[in-house]
């Protein structure tokens, strides 16, 4: 059974920092995109970030390209979302997902994609 695990939510001012990191087990995890979804009370959930197994693709929201960089660490078989710059508008529940959809142009979620319980992300103006 697959297993996501996102941690490093928070409450930060505008401007500030956090990184989030997502742990997945039960699957091989080098084998896998990985990304991250939010979503905000009221809206849609949306992709935030992707990155492929072999990190040769990565793909961000033009919302916060620029701002959030993702990366991940398969021997630790976990994915990191920095987000740098953070505004009110990123503040939302951030989902980390194991095998989502990941191209240059576009990520989604898939009928396979495994997901974290979510983890809070807070700013405030």
């Known amino acids: 059974q697959v297993q996501v695990t996102e941690s490093g939510g928070g409450s930060v001012q505008a401007g500030g920092s956090l990184r989030l990191s997502c742990t997945a087990s039960g699957l091989t995890f080098d084998d896998y995109n990985m990304g991250w979804f939010r979503q905000a009370p009221g809206k849609p959930r949306e992709g935030v970030s992707c990155i492929t197994s072999s990190t040769a693709v990565i793909w961000h929201n033009s919302a916060v390209k620029g701002r959030f960089t993702i990366s991940r660490d398969n021997a630790k078989k976990t994915v990191y979302l920095q987000m740098n710059n953070l505004k009110p508008d990123d503040a939302a529940v951030y989902y980390c997902?194991?095998?989502?959809?990941?191209?240059?142009?576009?990520?989604?979620?898939?009928?396979?994609?495994?997901w974290g319980q979510g983890t809070q992300v807070t700013v405030s103006s």
């Open positions: 997902a194991a095998n989502v959809e990941c191209g240059t142009a576009i990520m989604g979620d898939r009928r396979q994609t495994s």
